[in-house]
């Protein structure tokens, strides 16, 4: 079955502390893992995604195939890191459909 | 200004009524799709279309319509057969060639 697992439904944290928000997924095959970031008010965008292995506003994600897992990371987090975050996987077949996680909110306090 | 428009950003129904959300884009984007996003569920597929006059159930279709009849249109009907309506709907669409979809920024049914 294909499944994207968001643990975690929050994450709070501190200004300044590291952060880490899990993905975990089951795909018979090999898919592209994306994360998106919803800001408050504001439409569903990309954040990055495995094939570029970019880091944009300081967060990078690294494609674990071994654990199925592709964690979203950030050193030290910002106050207008606070947003809810998916995890997606697309379906490697016609459709090239989305499939979302259940989403975390990270909420970082000052 | 490019990219992709949802109309109304709020609608209110009545129980028994269809209503139907506009999705355009102008970003020349062949592939369109329509989700539905609830509280602690993420996204789930409801429709998606690959080309004009073209459209393929999602995981969640039944209560839902859509037609593609212009490649920058894909309007979705919510009809009296879906059972829970109320929720946020976000359109996305994506380009030939790439696995990045663009979306909206959704429409908030709510049943009354």
């Known amino acids: 079955a294909q499944r994207v697992t968001q643990p975690e439904k929050l994450l709070s944290v501190f200004k300044g502390a590291p952060v880490e928000l899990k993905c975990n997924y089951s795909?018979?095959?090999?898919?592209?893992l994306f994360w998106y970031v919803q800001y408050s008010r504001q439409r569903l965008q990309l954040l990055l995604r495995?094939?570029s292995r970019e880091s944009i506003k300081g967060f990078t994600a690294d494609l674990n195939k071994g654990e199925t897992s592709f964690h979203l990371k950030k050193p030290f987090a910002q106050e207008e890191d606070s947003a809810m975050y998916y995890c997606?996987?697309?379906?490697?077949?016609?459709?090239?459909?989305?499939?979302f996680g259940s989403g975390t909110r990270l909420l970082v306090r000052p | 200004d490019g990219g992709i428009t949802q109309s109304p950003k709020y609608l209110f129904r009545k129980e028994g009524q269809n209503v139907t959300l506009s999705c355009e884009q102008n970003?020349?984007?062949?592939?369109m799709y329509w989700y539905r996003q609830d509280p602690g569920q993420g996204l789930r597929l409801i429709y998606y279309?690959?080309?004009?006059?073209?459209?393929q159930k999602g995981d969640i279709a039944e209560g839902y319509s859509v037609s593609r009849e212009k490649k920058e249109s894909f309007p979705l009907t919510v009809t009296s057969a879906q059972k829970n309506p109320t929720a946020f709907y976000l359109c996305?669409?994506?380009?030939?060639?790439?696995?990045?979809?663009?979306f909206g920024p959704g429409t908030r049914l709510t049943v009354l």
């Open positions: 795909y018979s095959g090999s898919p592209e």
């Open positions: 996305a669409s994506r380009g030939q060639g790439d696995n990045e979809q663009f």
């Open positions: 279309s690959q080309i004009v006059n073209d459209f």
């Open positions: 997606a996987l697309s379906a490697m077949d016609s459709s090239y459909k989305l499939i």
């Open positions: 970003l020349n984007h062949d592939a």
């Open positions: 495995h094939i």
